[in-house]
């Protein structure tokens, strides 16, 4: 079973910068494709962003195009989401998904999740 562990949320003010991590301790991280979801309070999980398990092609929502940036470290079994130029209707709780095969980004087209970690942008 792969447990993946976000970290790097917290307070920040608006236009600051935030750096999220998601390790996972399996062997085959390099595998899975990645992503990351973020879910408001009152709304529903949405898309933010996700790299493909060969080649790292990123794919980004239209709400944090030019602002946030995906990446990943197989030798570290880790992904990371950099936020720059964060705005308050950033906020929310942001979660790490792994995917072992799938033809889209959806979120029900991930395995595994993790616990989610809280961003918080204020004004």
């Known amino acids: 079973q792969v447990q993946l562990d976000e970290s790097g949320g917290g307070l920040v003010q608006a236009g600051g910068s935030l750096r999220l991590s998601c390790a996972a301790p399996?062997?085959?991280?390099?595998?899975?494709?990645m992503g990351w979801f973020r879910q408001a309070p009152g709304k529903e999980r949405e898309f933010v962003t996700a790299?493909?398990?060969?080649?790292?092609?990123?794919y980004y929502a239209d709400s944090v195009k030019g602002r946030f940036t995906i990446s990943r470290d197989n030798a570290k079994n880790t992904v990371y989401l950099q936020m720059n130029t964060l705005k308050p209707e950033d906020t929310a709780v942001y979660y790490c998904?792994?995917?072992?095969?799938?033809?889209?980004?959806?979120?029900?087209?991930?395995?595994?999740w993790g616990q989610g970690t809280q961003v918080t942008v204020s004004s």
């Open positions: 790299i493909t398990r060969h080649d790292g092609d990123t």
């Open positions: 399996g062997r085959t991280f390099s595998s899975y494709a």
């Open positions: 998904a792994a995917q072992i095969s799938g033809s889209s980004w959806s979120v029900d087209e991930y395995d595994y």
